[in-house]
């Protein structure tokens, strides 16, 4: 019986990602999803700059931006109905190349990534399989489909969402960070424009129509989202005493949403009670065996990051596997991905934990604390912001951020020039010694120095290096840094590095 590479188990967004990604690498990869077709209705509906890097680096990009609304920023309105912050990122400069936010519509991007697997002969994608069993023998998985089918696999990712039959299977427990709340949901086609509650405070020139509105009014917190075309997204909070059945009553629905909608026709597409919680799973990886997205961590949506949790994961996950599936890797490089994504995934849900405290208090008198609380702050984060860089086994100050992806003098993002996948950027270029060189030919990199031509109009990449007091740095496939230096030191550090990542042959040079 074939063995495959890696069998990803659902096919939701992470899961088809993560083929997209392994199948751009030439694995032989299985995707298995129980289903015949992608969910039908949205549940994500943001995403932010780095998600559309990670697409555009598929080959994705243009076909998803063609099909997303980039937003304004966040605004968010208090017990008064007074502004009380407001996240403008209309106009800004994009060290990232990309909008801040986009909104976008899951169906369509859960359908964009499996047409994309169609452009990879090594890879199938198995619809209507249902796995209920794993079995881990000595180089392989066997899973046993609910039918009797059976698949091997050297290495099997649990994509399979919220409710995963593989962590099930692995026995592993997810850790409660301690939120659950529950919230109505509601998606509608409005053809035209939303209208506002008299609000007060919001400053000129903010287009509401194009922000995501935070309703923190103890009353009833709500949220307010601008989706693709003229798909909109209320959310609204549960009180106590209400149950999920009356509140999604369609008549309780119409009345929601109602005042939001005067002398619009409309069309409610979904109104159904989530629990937004936080749940992060103890292990990511047993043995031959890892969970991705959902299955490894459950995040409240108040930041929209819940699947971009998830596309990291397969970032990370994705270009580890190549190399040690391709034998240019040892194993122990798998054990990266749970400590480089688990410390930013509970970074970023704690954050969101907070922002659902803040969002969800239902005590008149705190809130009015809150809001001059707020008012009084100078400064927030944007939750693009809070992604923290990762830890990692890397070397150099400067080592584990998301780098930067500047629009170039010469035209074009930074990305779309290099290519993408493992480069060395160089702001002049070193003389790299023979065992520095063979780590870039090990990882497949390029390099690339930044003459005039490649400056970007803001400086972000001059800058990027003087701030840091550096010359070079390597961009890893998922753009994180996996190391800078300077002429004295990146020669080293390229070498500590090839043995930090347990590069085959960089660990029998090490070894003799
Ligand atoms: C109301 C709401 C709003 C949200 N908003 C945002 C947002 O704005 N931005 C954001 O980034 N995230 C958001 N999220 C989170 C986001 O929707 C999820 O994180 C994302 O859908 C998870 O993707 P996944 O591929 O991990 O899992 P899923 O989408 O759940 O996919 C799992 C797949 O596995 C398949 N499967 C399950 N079990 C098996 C099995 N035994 N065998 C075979 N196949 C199986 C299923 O059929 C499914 O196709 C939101 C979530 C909710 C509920």
New binding site residues.
Partial sequence: MQIWDVAI???????AFMANVLGQRGLKTIV????TAP?ALP?????DHEMVRLLASVGLGETMLAQMRAGDGHIHIGADHGMIRYLSVAGSPRPYGYANDYFFF?PELETALRQGLERFSNVELRLG????GLVETGDHVQLALSGGDTVRARWVIG????R??VRKLLDIRLDDLDFDEPWL?VDAEVDGKISFPDLWGVPEGANLQNLSLMMCDPQRPATIVPGRGNHRRW?FMLLPGESDAEMAAPERVAALVEPWVEGASHRIIRAAT?RFHGLVAEQWRKGRVFVA???AHQTP?FF?????H?LRDAANLGWKLALVTEGKADDALLDTYQPEREAQVRHVISAAIGAGKYICELDPERAVERDARVRGETKMRSASELIAPIASAIVGPGAGERFINPALASGGLLDDVTGGGWVLLEAERHDLSADAQSVLDQLGAKRATLGPESLDAHGFLSGWFTQRHVTAALIRPDFYVGTVGSAETIDDRLTALGGAMRLAARVKEMEH
Avoid: F, K
């Fill in positions: 188990v659902g096919c939701g967004p992470v899961g298995l999803d129980r289903e969910y549940r994500a509906v943001h995403i899951q399989a249902s796995v209920d994509c399979d969402g919220a995963s039959t949901v959310e989530y997205g959902d299955s949506p929209g990051q819940g699947m971009c998830g």
